[in-house]
Nanobody, 127 residues
Framework: QVQLVESGGRLVQAGDSLRLSCAAS????????MGWFRQAPGKEREFVAA????????AYADSVKGRSTISRDGARNTVYLHMSSLKPEDTADYYC????????????????????WGQGTQVTVSS
């Protein structure tokens, strides 16, 4: 069974940088569109970033655009989310997701467009 395992979440100070990793158990990183979502306490899950199968195309939420980079490493079967200039409002559980049947030229931005999910990693940004 394919699994996605996130890591890298921790307590950081505002202004710090952080890299989250999503390791896949099977050869899916290069086969599927991958994305990152987050859910803050008491809030709905929201889209953060997505990357195409080739890695050439990416998409970001406005809230993280310009200070986040999503990337993928096929050899390591891993997708990364690097975030800088972290803010307290970035505090959330971050989830990696895979869209296994995505056929559109545009990247999926909605949670229901992804069908494989990891368990999440917690990021806390203190002010």
């Amino acid at each position: 069974q394919v699994q996605l395992v996130e890591s890298g979440g921790r307590l950081v100070q505002a202004g710090d940088s952080l890299r989250l990793s999503c390791a896949a158990s099977g050869p899916i990183v290069s086969s599927y569109v991958m994305g990152w979502f987050r859910q803050a306490p008491g809030k709905e899950r929201e889209f953060v970033a997505a990357i195409s199968r080739s890695g050439r195309d990416t998409a970001y939420a406005d809230s993280v655009k310009g200070r986040s980079t999503i990337s993928r490493d096929g050899a390591r079967n891993t997708v990364y989310l690097h975030m800088s200039s972290l803010k307290p409002e970035d505090t959330a559980d971050y989830y990696c997701a895979a869209s296994t049947n995505w056929a559109s030229l545009t990247l999926p931005l909605l949670g229901h467009e992804y069908d494989l999910w990891g368990q999440g990693t917690q990021v806390t940004v203190s002010s």
